[in-house]
């Protein structure tokens, strides 16, 4: 069944491929230019993190498994940020989000032992950080460019890299349930990198007096050492003689292979930020 279901996600992927892809080839297009432009961001993204990961016991006994997002309340450290150059029709794109977030949970249910439920009166205390890299690369190839539409086609990699620690201590009964260790207290790390053939388009729709408004968006799908990767967002901005300003609300999502240790992680939330062009 999970071989299938990978199948079946690489599946969707291919067919998303071609539908992003398909547009290019009867788009008309705008004449090139032999000026480089250049647009870099810095935003604030604030996202939910959720996802399954089980982590080993390392004393022979069964996992403890647990939601992120039952867990994660608190940023820790951020960077975030992006850059744009194309000449022409052509260009480059890149993104990097860097995150350090964690969590704890006191006298808590929101976990399992070996995937199965727990007995009514046994809790935890958890304790979960979470570090990881998300780096975007593409080339664009521009499908519109007029006043009130640009659209861009992506085509390239994105990179993820990401390390959850849990610490954890049980108190009640567990019954028949193998507990993780005989001190039914530990910690353990775990570790996922990922890299991805991605495809997708970007770009703005501008409206208002002066063309002054406009609705940015980006989505993306991809597969490789990753089931499915996909990502959307789409917002609010404002336009000035020196940039933008920003708001969107951005999701990313990762579907990882089910036999490891992270199935699952996804980030959902707001972000504000500020573009500058030269």
Do not use: C, H
């Not at 304790?127 to 780096?135: A, F, H, S």
């Amino acid at each position: 069944m999970k071989a299938r279901s990978s199948t079946m996600a690489r599946g969707v992927a291919l067919a998303l491929v071609a539908s992003l892809m398909g547009p290019a080839l009867a788009s008309a297009q705008t004449p090139a230019t032999d000026r480089w432009q250049f647009e870099a961001a810095i935003y604030a993204y604030l996202p939910t993190i959720g996802g399954q990961s089980s982590f080993p016991a390392g004393t022979g006994g069964s996992s403890i498994d647990v939601s992120a997002d039952q867990i994660i309340d608190s940023l820790k450290f951020t960077f975030m940020g992006s850059l744009e150059a194309n000449n022409g029709q052509w260009g480059v794109f890149t993104d990097l989000l860097y995150l350090n977030v964690g969590g704890s949970r006191s006298r808590t249910r929101d976990f399992s032992i070996g995937q199965a439920g727990v007995p009514a009166n046994t809790t935890a205390d958890l304790n979960l950080d979470i570090k990881g890299t998300v780096w975007t690369l593409v080339g664009q190839y521009r499908l519109a460019a007029q006043p009130d539409l640009v659209v861009d086609l992506l085509a390239g990699a994105r990179l993820l890299d990401i390390k959850e620690s849990l610490d954890w201590s049980i108190a009640g009964q567990l019954g028949p349930i193998a507990g993780p260790g005989p001190g039914r207290t530990g910690g353990n790390d775990i570790k996922a990198s990922s890299w991805d053939a991605i495809v997708g388009a970007k770009g703005r729709y501008r409206f208002g007096e002066n063309l002054a408004w406009s609705v940015p968006f980006y989505v993306d799908v991809g597969t490789g050492q990753s089931d499915l990767t996909w990502q959307a967002a789409a917002g609010l901005g404002y336009t000035f003689s020196w940039g933008s300003v920003y708001g969107m609300w951005r999701y990313l999502d990762y579907k990882l292979d089910s036999s490891k240790t992270m199935e699952s992680i996804n980030f959902n939330g707001p972000m504000i930020g500020a573009a500058f062009r030269w």
